[in-house]
């Protein structure tokens, strides 16, 4: 067992699923932030346990061809982004990496090489941001939670968004600050604001805000309108209603202030409707190459019927109408599966439908209905697929399921599953929709054989 305070010397190995370094030490794991593999350094153990240990490096002996300096000034402390100390080609490979090794490890594949979807850029490509808002000696101030914590790391400007997005968040605690609106303290649960959501319409250029409250008024809203005015796009003013003691950013009461109380983006040719509440990805054009390459995976013919589970607002099943005879989504949020219904109503879709429901439950009750699903589309939250609905989709046996995951390992683990149940891996590749930060996205194609 490694000691803790000891200094060792290491060589970086591999990488975590957060991104972190790993070095092995006298045959412990090590973990070790901003670490880049082929690395050699002197690491201070911080955290020892008998099969694992957590460590700092001291001083790099060796530094990668990767290592660059950090653009952003607060990237060691923020929990945002993880990737500022390595080139963005470096970052690539460990993303394609990680959902190859998940398949092979977890899903039973014999992968030797897996594309990625590589970003053109990272800079200014989030379309959505969700500020924590925190106050000290009387100021109001907001940036991003510290990794593992919701102590907030106040941040001016932020690389990954757009400018105006950090303007808005300006105009909003010059607000604050001004009329010492009270800011809401985790640990009392009192006080009013506790995060400025601000959203962008990449094409439209129509932003939205949303301020999440610890109650259902503000102080001298008229003031706050004519700020944002100031703002190109602005487009609407709401508050979240939450006064629970969550973590949950946004709670499920919306008053509208100013504004329609949504706004309007245009994605794969296609126009949605997005309220706050909607899911709607944050990286526009990597969502674009993303929902083509699911497209092209699902082989559609104008003779299929298409179902799309976890469909959201519709911007996968809807993209796939031209394709196809018919498509069917199906998603558990009621508020998005009215704006699915009202985005193919003005997109001139007509042979769309949207159910509301449970994943599993909803393809069961197609199938009772004598409804032949040719192809699925699934995109699931980070947990992945739950039991019932693998099993309804072994039941109603399409020719095809493609696949979108968020999470490499439940989508490894849900391919096994599917294999035990007649399926084969056809392709996979892998898409990033986060540059600098760990996240990654996968599509994976899977035949009934």
Not at 178 to 196: F, N, S
Not at 341 to 362: L, V
Not at 417 to 439: E, I, S, V
Request: net charge neutral; charged share 25%.
């Amino acid at each position: 067992m490694l000691i803790k305070n000891q200094i060792y010397e290491a060589t970086i190995v591999d990488y975590t699923a957060e991104g972190q370094g790993v070095a092995k030490i006298e045959g412990c794991a090590v973990f070790i932030p901003n670490a880049i593999v082929g690395e050699k350094c002197t690491v201070r153990i911080e955290k020892a346990q008998k099969t694992w240990a957590a460590g700092k490096i001291v001083e790099l002996l060796e530094k990668s061809p990767h290592r660059v300096n950090r653009e952003c000034p607060v990237a060691k402390l923020c929990g945002g982004c993880d990737f500022w100390h390595m080139d963005y080609e470096e970052e690539s490979r460990l993303k394609a990496d990680r959902v190859k090794a998940a398949l092979n490890r977890i899903g039973g594949e014999n992968l030797t090489e897996l594309p990625i979807l590589s970003a053109p850029t990272c800079y200014g490509y989030r379309n959505k941001a969700q500020y924590p808002v925190a106050a000290k000696k009387g100021r109001a101030y907001t940036g991003f939670y510290r990794a593992g914590t919701h102590s907030v790391v106040e941040s001016g400007r932020c690389l990954i968004l757009p400018e105006i997005t950090d303007k808005v968040k300006d105009a909003v605690l010059d607000y604050v600050n001004q009329y010492r609106v009270t800011v809401y303290d985790e640990a009392t649960q009192k006080g009013l604001l506790r995060h400025i959501f601000v959203r962008k319409g990449e094409v439209s250029g129509q932003i939205l805000v949303c301020l999440a409250v610890n109650g259902r008024k503000l102080p001298h809203v008229p003031d706050l309108i004519d700020r944002l005015k100031q703002i190109p796009g602005f487009t609407t003013l709401v508050i979240s209603v939450n006064t629970k003691d969550t973590n949950l950013i946004l709670g499920d009461e919306f008053i509208t202030l100013y504004g329609p109380g949504y706004i309007e983006d245009t994605l794969c040719g296609l126009k949605f409707r997005l309220s706050p509440r909607s899911f709607y990805q944050v990286n526009h054009h990597q969502a674009q190459r993303l929902y083509q390459a699911a497209i092209e995976l699902a082989g559609i013919t104008k003779d299929d019927t298409v179902l799309d589970l976890y469909c959201g607002v519709g911007t996968i099943t809807l993209s796939m109408a031209a394709a196809a005879g018919k498509v069917i989504g199906v998603e558990v949020i009621p508020q998005a599966v009215a704006d699915a219904k009202d985005n193919a109503r003005r997109n001139g879709i007509e042979n769309a439908e949207f159910f509301c429901g449970d994943a599993g439950e909803a393809a069961l009750a197609l199938a009772k209905e004598g409804i032949h699903i040719d192809v699925a589309i699934v995109d699931p939250p980070r947990k992945g697929l739950n039991a019932d609905a693998i099993e309804a989709l072994a039941q109603i046996a399409p020719r095809r399921i493609v696949y979108v995951s968020c999470d490499p390992a439940t989508l490894a683990r849900d391919v096994a599953l599917f294999k035990a149940r007649g399926y084969a891996l056809q392709k996979a590749m892998a898409a990033d929709l986060f540059p600098r930060c760990a996240h990654v996205e996968s599509i994976v194609a899977m035949i009934k054989e």
